[in-house]
């Protein structure tokens, strides 16, 4: 059986798993959102050179706008943001308050009992998705005014509930910079 990986941690049948739920988010978007799509692949330089593969290659082909750069410079300049892993850049995406869809899938990023409630806020109010359907009907639903969703009450009271709780700002803050200047 061959080893696969994805560069988000994920491996064998995890990384499959992983590689599906994207494959199904897409195909199950409309063609109108999927001719919208930017997508900035996860640089190459990054990635480990022990057997992992570019998920891009094994989610399907489709038609989407491959732009180059850095996320957070990109970031500010998109509409709404769709992050397909739970990492730096959907903290960096809330914390800039850009309209953000994640994807949390828990059957391969399992919470320890003490974490299992982390995200319930943020999946509540359709920021995160544990499936690709629920994913991808959402983004198909916002798709033509994300900031009328991303702006209302609920949605930006349960995103600054959870940075206030789960994020110290100024460490993060600085973080950020470093990272900017090395």
Do not use: C
């Amino acid at each position: 059986k061959p080893f696969f990986s994805t560069h988000f941690s994920n491996y064998g049948d995890s990384a499959l798993n992983f590689i599906n739920f994207n494959k199904i988010f897409f195909r199950s978007l409309n063609n109108s959102v999927i001719s919208e799509i930017s997508y900035l692949e996860y640089p190459i330089s990054k990635i480990s050179k022990f057997g992992i593969i570019q998920k891009e290659k094994l989610q399907g082909s489709y038609s989407f706008k491959k732009i180059r750069g850095n996320a957070r410079n990109l970031m500010p300049k998109s509409e709404l943001v769709i992050i397909d892993y739970v990492g730096t850049s959907y903290i960096e995406s809330l914390v800039s308050n850009i309209p953000t869809v994640v994807f949390f899938d828990p059957t391969t990023k399992r919470l320890n009992k003490e974490h299992q409630l982390f995200f319930n806020k943020l999946i509540k109010v359709k920021i995160f998705h544990t499936t690709p359907y629920s994913a991808a009907l959402h983004v198909n639903n916002i798709s033509k005014n994300p900031y009328e969703w991303w702006n209302s009450r609920e949605v930006q009271k349960s995103k600054n509930t959870f940075i206030k709780e789960n994020l110290d700002l100024k460490s993060l803050t600085e973080i950020i910079v470093k990272i900017n200047y090395n």
